[in-house]
T-cell receptor
Framework: NAGVTQTPKFQVLKTGQSMTLQCAQDMNHEYMSWYRQDPGMGLRLIHYSVGAGITDQGEVPNGYNVSRSTTEDFPLRLLSAAPSQTSVYFC?????????????FGPGTRLTVL | GDSVTQMEGPVTLSEEAFLTINCTYTATGYPSLFWYVQYPGEGLQLLLKATKADDKGSNKGFEATYRKETTSFHLEKGSVQVSDSAVYFCALSTTSGGSYIPTFGRGTSLIVHP
């Protein structure tokens, strides 16, 4: 049971480039989400999904796109990278997305945009 | 909207000292409350949680009690170890209009010296 996996661990992009951050979980969780972590800001929710085929915006969705074609995978796409998107990105999942659920986090992707 | 306020760090202690990290919240409805811990270079992992007022969450010697009257969920440990050095996040989650919205505090760094 690998839990939540993320790739890559590190990435450097130039302004304007696009890329996809991968996230997968093998716990059959319905709810998946993406956060960014910036110094002094805690975690901020980017997008989330309550099941395959269903996605919604979080607190800071601009510049990011998601899709959920399977229960296991929830990729995050940066459409045109900007320096303001330099951050550490965490994917998380939970069973049903109810308020009592524990979230399980991946190890993170550290992204630098030059 | 919902918010979580936790004490700023870093908190620096000697081994075997008593630890308190304060956390207060603002939320509509009846949130669940969580403490997550992040060790260097890793993702967040659940430390403990409480899902209703007066519940006490506990794990690995850490405790926190859900106090509705003071809207608080302070984290305590009687005797810290060097291995407890990490960043601690207080979080709440509510379900609003069918959507599950988690909110994180900014994190408190704990440094424990031998």
């Amino acid at each position: 049971n690998a839990g939540v996996t993320q790739t890559p661990k590190f990435q450097v992009l130039k302004t304007g480039q696009s890329m996809t951050l991968q996230c997968a979980q093998d716990m059959n969780h319905e709810y998946m989400s993406w956060y960014r972590q910036d110094p002094g800001m805690g975690l901020r929710l980017i997008h989330y999904s309550v099941g395959a085929g269903i996605t919604d915006q979080g607190e800071v969705p601009n510049g990011y796109n998601v899709s959920r074609s399977t229960t296991e995978d929830f990729p995050l796409r940066l459409l045109s990278a900007a320096p303001s998107q330099t951050s550490v990105y965490f994917c998380a999942s939970s069973y049903y997305g109810t308020s009592t659920d524990t979230q399980y986090f991946g190890p993170g992707t550290r992204l630098t945009v030059l | 909207g919902d918010s979580v306020t936790q004490m700023e760090g870093p908190v620096t202690l000697s081994e075997e000292a008593f630890l308190t990290i304060n956390c207060t919240y603002t939320a509509t409805g009846y949130p669940s409350l969580f403490w997550y811990v992040q060790y260097p270079g890793e993702g967040l992992q659940l430390l403990l949680k409480a899902t209703k007022a007066d519940d006490k969450g506990s794990n690995k010697g850490f405790e926190a009690t859900y106090r509705k009257e003071t809207t608080s969920f302070h984290l305590e440990k009687g005797s810290v170890q060097v291995s407890d050095s990490a960043v601690y996040f207080c979080a709440l989650s509510t379900t609003s209009g069918g959507s599950y919205i988690p909110t994180f505090g900014r994190g408190t760094s704990l440094i424990v010296h031998p």
